[in-house]
């Protein structure tokens, strides 16, 4: 069953994702405007939780963090849904790492769990 969480009952907008050339490499970045809305599948919700021990308003926190991190997840990309990363923190300053994808505009969780200490320099390194 699916159920759907809404921030504002306004339509969001279109997501973006702009591309630049880093020396010798393309890279990506996607922008996520707000109101953002949230689509959960109550078997990932569940497996996430009794996985990880992350609530699903734990993961929606972290896309509001002005410090967020995303990128492009060009590994588990397909032809058929691209999959993005975000590491953010909750209000609670648990740093998270989550996977998703975006679906008739709306932000599906694939996956969360806490950071690794790999992930938590990356999150803390300011370019």
Not at 12 to 19: I, N, S, Y
Not at 36 to 58: M, P, T
Not at 105 to 114: K, M, Q, T, Y
Request: hydrophobic share 35%; aromatic share 10%.
């Amino acid at each position: 069953m699916k159920r759907g969480r809404r921030k504002n009952a306004a339509k969001p907008k279109k997501f973006t994702l702009d591309t630049y050339i880093q020396g010798d490499t393309i890279m990506a970045t996607i922008r996520i405007p707000e109101p953002i809305a949230f689509e959960w599948d109550d078997g990932n919700e569940a497996k996430i939780w009794l996985k990880h021990s992350v609530r699903a308003g734990e993961a929606e926190e972290c896309f509001f963090d002005k410090r967020k991190r995303l990128a492009h997840d060009s590994l588990h990309t397909t032809e058929f849904e691209a999959r993005y990363i975000l590491l953010g923190k909750t209000r609670r300053s648990r740093l998270l790492f989550i996977v998703f994808t975006l679906r008739n505009e709306n932000v599906r969780v694939i996956s969360a769990r806490d950071s690794t200490p790999k992930e938590r320099r990356l999150y803390a390194a300011r370019t």
